[in-house]
């Protein structure tokens, strides 16, 4: 079973915030880009370096993994107009929040102890990151050869089925983190996309 939740911080919706364009269109080739550079994550070369993020320490990287690039491809494929820009400072935090759903036993957009606290908006502003608008979350949590048939991409196909398609169609920059953990003849995918939306 596929658990999938959605979120949206407090901040204000942009411009045309809620029109949700054609889904069938392609658009862009995916490339990771935008203005997640290295220099531009406040925390350095791990989360860790920032005591108040409250997740775990998680190695930046500037360039998604594989398995990151595949959803990250998969959610510009379902965008008309110009396709998300990757921002490895808001993947660093989708990384983190899935490593720590993975390693706490837990799935849900808040912490641990307590599923409405720290959210996308609170780890945002405890890393001190400047986004352009406001933050958005959307996260998934599964037996990967089970309902995915080995796919990591159907992961996108799900979130497009309700209000996780919001920020994939209308947010402008987006990092993607998966953890993974074996569990017995299965493996168990926790996967986060935090998004910067105008």
Request: glycine fraction near 18%; hydrophobic fraction near 35%.
């Given at each position: 079973m596929w658990l999938l939740l959605a979120a949206c911080d407090a901040g204000p919706?942009?411009?045309g915030a809620g029109a949700v364009?054609?889904?069938n269109a392609l658009a862009g080739d995916g490339a990771p880009r935008g203005s997640g550079s290295d220099a531009a994550c406040p925390w350095g070369a791990s989360l860790a370096a920032?005591?108040?993020?409250g997740l775990a320490g998680v190695p930046h990287a500037a360039a998604p993994t594989t398995d990151e690039q595949a959803v990250f491809d998969a959610m510009n494929a379902r965008r008309t107009?110009?396709?998300l820009a990757w921002n490895a400072c808001l993947a660093d935090l989708a990384r983190g929040h899935s490593v720590d759903m993975m390693t706490s036993g837990y799935f849900?957009?808040?912490?641990?102890g307590d599923p409405q606290t720290f959210m996308?908006?609170?780890r945002v502003a405890a890393t001190h990151l400047t986004l352009g608008g406001h933050a958005d979350e959307d996260v998934l949590t599964g037996d990967v050869r089970y309902y995915l048939g080995s796919d990591i991409r159907t992961v996108v196909a799900?979130?497009?089925t309700d209000g996780h398609a919001i920020p994939i169609l209308n947010c402008a920059e987006a990092g993607v983190g998966i953890s993974s953990m074996p569990y017995m003849d299965t493996t168990i995918v926790w996967v986060t996309?935090?998004?910067a939306c105008p």
């Open positions: 919706p942009g411009p364009p054609d889904a920032d005591p108040g993020v107009g110009a396709p849900g957009h808040g912490s641990a996308i908006v609170d799900d979130w497009m996309a935090d998004f």
